[in-house]
């Protein structure tokens, strides 16, 4: 398996327009132009429904933009296959998502070795990965449980560490403390602080919650589709 | 792969799932049971084509059609290469074997030396031969088409008649047409024959085999001094000699031959029933798999339609398995496996199940239908075909499915 990789991203004036031409079209981006250094750690705040998720989307490779650009270390990532998508998700990005989405039938291991098994890794290497990563979020133990056995905090670990199973350079964290309590976020925050440190990963993440917002090195604000704040702090 | 974990949402996927295996097996066990029935008896039908002595048979239309049976056998047997010609004449008779209480009974008429040379290895096995029926020519009482009489009055039964009614060989047994006993007349029993299985079941079993003209006297036309009888029969069967029996140039010449004989008449070659026979098999399994057809063609859009509700209700899932990078091609192969799953295992339950049905006709049902399961032929290469056949289907519908879960918004599932 490679070495994390973070890429610097590239947003040229990207537009996302849903049902375009339709009564009920909607414009989620309005033109973004943004650049997202390697290793840096990224709030994207704002209202809700001004974009935030869609961008984080756009930038992940789960959605194209209307018009616009969105690159990777300069290539521009337009016109890919899904397949070649799919694989540059597979090996670059790792998501969490509020409602953490572990596949029920899974145990904790199982789904944590999801990715691996996607990218090939051979049965005893990812299964003994998939344990490492279950102890370093503090699930050592609770391998073989399965979501519905687990607490919000506990989930949302494992989805953290599902999401470092490839070795990504890019962590996407949408909401990932959304329906944790103050002591599960705190722990949530505290991990994925201390993964990117370690992996030189970047770090974007969408919140409401501006505690949250505050543990960021740079603090992006969306409004109506576009971005009206970018604060480094220093 | 099918794997269900906990929860109402997943009991209720698992019982989709069952009920799918239902539809396909039930689809699957209808033409088992149609195609291995219908396959045996006909397969046994062949055997007993194959296994008869005798190569050609001449057959009438109409009820006891053949008229001239006697001059007509002689004509035969004069021809080349035949070894044994013999007239047969059924018509149902009553006996009366304890009192004036009729037993009816399926009577043979046959002369005693033509009618062995035409049995089968298996069936003149079960015959006394020569048969004990008085003259072996049956001339004694037969010349010129006029009765000259008196009968023998000689009769074999067959031992499931015999056992049953208690008639014993030196005994005597009345034979008549009606079930009036006052017109009955006395046979002496000359001994007792064995009866091949049948689909027909027991029933067929009563048999009395008496001379040719016997039985044409017994039909009442002879009781008229110097008035000709119809000397009728309903087939003439007629054996080769050795050294033709594998020659199908010869048998098909001497069929010609005969045929020249009595143009009016049918006569075919048993390889020529045995042929149509076989054509007629392919036909009614092609019919059996065609009613079948639309069995299976319900159980697969059940499938289908189980694959779709799945992959509706696995859409989060699926764009979870998708947005962390799973190649389409392997969340659709995932898909199409469950349906190949799914519809293996319903042929699999459908053919044991078809298997069970047989057994249990086999073992519960009564006459005719039991015979006839008993003889039913579980040919493995036809239900490997039939599985694979189901499998192939399956495929389709786990395509349908797999291109409506590559088609999930990823964005819109993950909301």
Request: with cysteine; hydrophobic share 45%.
């Amino acid at each position: 398996m490679k070495e994390p990789h973070a890429p610097t991203l590239e947003l040229l004036g990207v537009t996302r327009t849903f049902d375009p031409g339709e009564a009920d079209e909607v414009r989620a981006l309005r033109g973004v132009d943004l650049t997202v250094a390697p290793g840096e750690f990224a709030s994207l705040e704002g209202p809700s429904g001004c974009g935030k998720t869609t961008l984080l989307n756009l930038v992940g490779l789960l959605d194209a933009p209307t018009s616009g650009e969105v690159r990777w270390d300069g290539r521009s990532l337009g016109g890919r296959k899904d397949r070649e998508r799919a694989r540059l998700r597979l090996e670059g990005v790792g998501f969490i998502f509020q409602r953490f989405y572990l596949l029920p039938a899974l145990t904790a291991r199982e789904n944590v070795e999801l990715p691996m098994r996607a990218l090939g890794v051979p049965r005893g290497d990812r299964q003994a990965r998939a344990s490492d990563l279950l102890s370093e979020v503090g699930l050592s133990g609770r391998e073989r449980a399965f979501p519905h056995q687990l607490s919000g905090g506990e989930e949302q670990r494992v989805a953290v560490a599902r999401a470092l199973a490839n070795r990504p350079g890019l962590l996407l964290a949408d909401e990932p403390t959304g329906e944790l309590d103050r002591v599960n976020t705190e722990g949530i925050l505290t991990l994925l602080e201390k993964v990117r440190a370690d992996r030189g990963a970047t770090l974007l993440l969408v919140t409401h919650n501006p505690s949250v917002a505050r543990r960021a090195h740079r603090h992006l604000t969306l409004e109506d589709g576009r971005v009206t704040a970018d604060v480094r702090e220093a | 792969m099918i794997r269900f974990g906990r929860g109402h949402r997943l009991r209720h996927a698992r019982l989709q799932v069952i009920l799918a295996v239902a539809a396909i097996a039930t689809a699957v066990a209808l033409p088992v049971v149609l195609v291995s029935v219908g396959g045996g008896v006909s397969a046994h039908e062949l055997a007993m084509l194959q296994n008869a002595g005798y190569q050609i048979v001449v057959s009438a239309a109409g009820l006891h059609g053949i008229a001239h049976a006697h001059p007509l056998t002689e004509q035969i047997l004069s021809l080349p290469s035949v070894a044994a010609a013999s007239p047969v004449l059924s018509i149902a008779i009553d006996s009366f074997p304890a009192g004036p209480g009729a037993t009816p009974v399926l009577a043979e008429g046959v002369i005693p030396v033509g009618f062995g040379p035409t049995l089968g290895p298996e069936e003149s096995g079960l015959f006394p031969l020569p048969l004990p029926l008085g003259d072996p020519t049956d001339a004694v009482h037969f010349d010129n088409g006029s009765y000259r009489g008196p009968a023998t009055y000689d009769v074999l039964v067959s031992s499931p008649f015999a056992e049953a009614t208690r008639v014993t060989t030196g005994g005597h047994l009345l034979l008549g047409l009606t079930n009036e006993v006052s017109g009955a007349i006395s046979y002496n029993v000359t001994g007792t024959f064995g009866v091949p299985p049948t689909v027909l079941g027991p029933v067929g079993a009563f048999a009395v085999l008496v001379p040719l003209s016997d039985l044409q006297v017994m039909t009442g036309f002879a009781n008229a001094p110097h008035v000709p009888v119809p000397d009728a029969a309903d087939t003439v069967e007629v054996a080769v000699v050795p050294s033709a029996t594998s020659n199908p140039e010869v048998i098909s010449s001497l069929r010609d031959r005969v045929q020249s004989l009595v143009p009016y008449y049918g006569v075919s070659s048993l390889s020529q029933e045995a042929t149509q026979l076989q054509s007629a098999t392919a036909v009614l399994t092609g019919f059996y798999l065609a009613l079948s057809s639309v069995g299976l063609s319900v159980g697969l859009v059940f499938l289908t339609l189980v694959l779709l509700r799945r992959v509706e209700s696995e859409r989060r899932s699926i764009g979870i398995r998708r947005a962390i990078g799973e190649p389409g091609g392997s969340i659709a192969a995932a898909v199409v496996v469950d349906g190949v799953v799914i519809a293996s295992l319903g042929a699999v339950v459908g053919i044991a199940a078809g298997y069970l049905v047989v057994e249990g006709l086999a073992t519960w049902a009564h006459s005719t239908v039991q015979e006839a399961a008993r003889l039913a032929e579980f040919v493995p290469l036809t239900l490997t075909e039939l599985a694979g056949g189901v499998v192939g289907l399956s495929l389709v519908a786990g395509a349908l499915a797999a291109r409506s879960a590559l088609r999930i918004d990823l964005a819109e599932a993950l909301r």
